[in-house]
């Protein structure tokens, strides 16, 4: 497989449920990244991943964990979320040479997540 | 706070015509990056332009091709022979920090009539 790939396409759960999302980048690349897009809303930067390392959290709740056992794979763990948590989770990676190189950031097709 | 703005939530073209995607920008940064991405049915966002601020020279990919104002911080996009694929949505987005996320406007929904 080559890109980006997320895994489940689509997730419906409960209020108390716990679920994961998967993210795994075939591309080599260092950086990892969660994204939230919501309708009529620009897409949110949630978690930034360097190096397997948490660099950014942008005040996501904590219902919402993410995980990075290694550079190539990265996890979105839910827990007790709430109706308005439902959105498209996309994941994407780039190669993060430390400063504003322009990298490209490539993206998987998302994770499209029902709270009911 | 960094902000991209995209005042056209919706635009239409006939194909094989131009049509043009406005994007505005906020940063007090000297050093960054402009992006235009499309996000197609398929849900997964695709790079279709990038733009290095320190450069004056427009960005240009076959078809697609940027205005580039710095002093305005104004970066429209235009689609010159449109295409019944071009039909997406398209975002512009810039660095933020000096690293590589990025922050992204909420879109414009191009629709391209046959």
């Known amino acids: 497989e080559t890109g980006v790939t997320q895994t489940p396409r689509h997730l419906v759960m409960g209020m108390t449920n716990k679920k994961s999302l998967k993210c795994e980048q075939h591309l080599g690349h260092n950086a990892m990244y969660w994204y939230k897009q919501s309708a009529k809303k620009p897409l949110e930067l949630m978690f930034v991943y360097n190096f397997k390392e948490q660099t950014e959290n942008n005040s996501v709740p904590s219902r919402f964990s993410p995980e990075c056992p290694n550079s190539s794979h990265l996890f979105l763990h839910l827990h007790t979320l709430q109706p308005e948590d439902s959105a498209l989770y996309l994941c994407?990676?780039?190669?993060?040479?430390?400063?504003?190189?322009?990298?490209?950031?490539?993206f998987g097709q998302g994770t499209r997540l029902t709270v009911v | 706070a960094q902000t991209v703005t995209q005042s056209q939530p919706e635009m239409s073209v006939q194909e094989a015509e131009t049509v043009t995607l406005s994007c505005t920008y906020d940063t007090s940064e000297s050093d960054y990056y402009l992006f235009w991405y499309k996000q197609p049915p398929s849900r997964q966002m695709i790079l279709v332009i990038r733009q290095e601020a320190y450069k004056q020279q427009n960005a240009t990919e076959n078809r697609f091709s940027v205005n580039f104002q710095k002093a305005a911080k104004s970066f429209s996009l235009k689609i010159s022979d449109s295409q019944l694929g071009d039909a997406a949505m398209y975002f512009c987005?810039?660095?933020?920090?000096?690293?590589?996320?990025?922050?992204f406007g909420k879109g414009t929904k191009l629709t391209v009539n046959p």
């Open positions: 994407a990676s780039s190669q993060d040479e430390g400063r504003a190189g322009g990298a490209e950031a490539f």
């Open positions: 987005a810039q660095t933020q920090g000096g690293s590589e996320k990025l922050v």
